[in-house]
């Protein structure tokens, strides 16, 4: 079945040491987006790529950073992690058609401990 | 801006009750409207969509019907079961911008 999946379901690191959660996607659909969700919110998009094209939520910080390599692939990299950032990450995927109902398919999520 | 609101939850019903759950929305020219349903511990599923105005979407017993005039999708089901204890989000989503969530409603339902 095509579908979104994450790597690791449940990624524990340290405060302030570097961590990499990743995104796969076999729909082919061109526009990936990452999401943070605390408990018991809703989630907040972080960033998304059209494409190639990344584009930053203006409120995102910049501890996160995000790279596309390919189609598939879609990483989040959260260069020094502090205990606010433990979270649900969500990666989500649509395809953009114009005029489209713009519906998104999401991974299982992530969920990052921070000791 | 654009935006969702949801009834406040918890809800908590008991097995074959009725379920309403209120979702009103703000916006401009004329979103898409999406119900997403969260399972503990994993990632959000579409639950069902209406994409204009008079449109009712519909999935698993689940129907929300998009109404303009009141600016409203509100998610209903007959009778619920036991398993349809989620968190379920309203959401909108403009050509070319990403969804509005609303900040979830949860459902428990007991036997």
């Known amino acids: 079945d095509a579908m979104v999946i994450q790597n690791p379901r449940y990624q524990v690191t340290q405060f302030g040491k570097p961590v990499t959660l990743s995104c796969s996607q076999t729909l082919n659909h061109n526009v990936m987006y990452w999401y943070q969700q605390k408990s018991s919110q809703a989630p907040k998009l972080l960033f998304h790529y059209y494409d190639k094209d990344f584009n930053n939520e203006a409120d995102t910080p910049d501890n996160f950073q995000s790279r596309r390599p390919n189609t598939s692939f879609c990483f989040l990299d959260i260069r020094s992690p502090g205990l606010g950032d433990a979270a649900m990450y969500l990666c989500?995927?649509?395809?953009?058609?114009?005029?489209?109902?713009?519906?998104?398919?999401f991974g299982p999520g992530t969920r990052l401990t921070v000791l | 801006g654009d935006s969702v609101t949801q009834m406040e939850g918890p809800v908590t019903l008991s097995e074959e009750a009725f379920l309403t759950i209120n979702c009103t929305y703000t916006?401009?020219?004329?979103?898409?409207l999406f119900w997403y349903v969260q399972y503990p511990g994993e990632g959000l599923q579409l639950l069902l969509k209406?994409?204009?105005?008079?449109d009712k979407g519909s999935n698993k017993g689940f129907e929300a019907t998009y109404r303009k005039e009141t600016t409203s999708f509100h998610l209903e089901k007959g009778s619920v079961q036991v398993s349809d204890s989620a968190v379920y989000f309203c959401a909108l989503k403009q050509a070319g911008t990403a969804l509005i969530f609303g900040k979830g409603t949860t459902l428990s339902v007991s036997s």
């Open positions: 209406a994409t204009k105005a008079d």
């Open positions: 989500a995927t649509s395809r953009a058609i114009a005029g489209g109902p713009g519906e998104q398919f």
């Open positions: 916006a401009t020219g004329y979103p898409s």
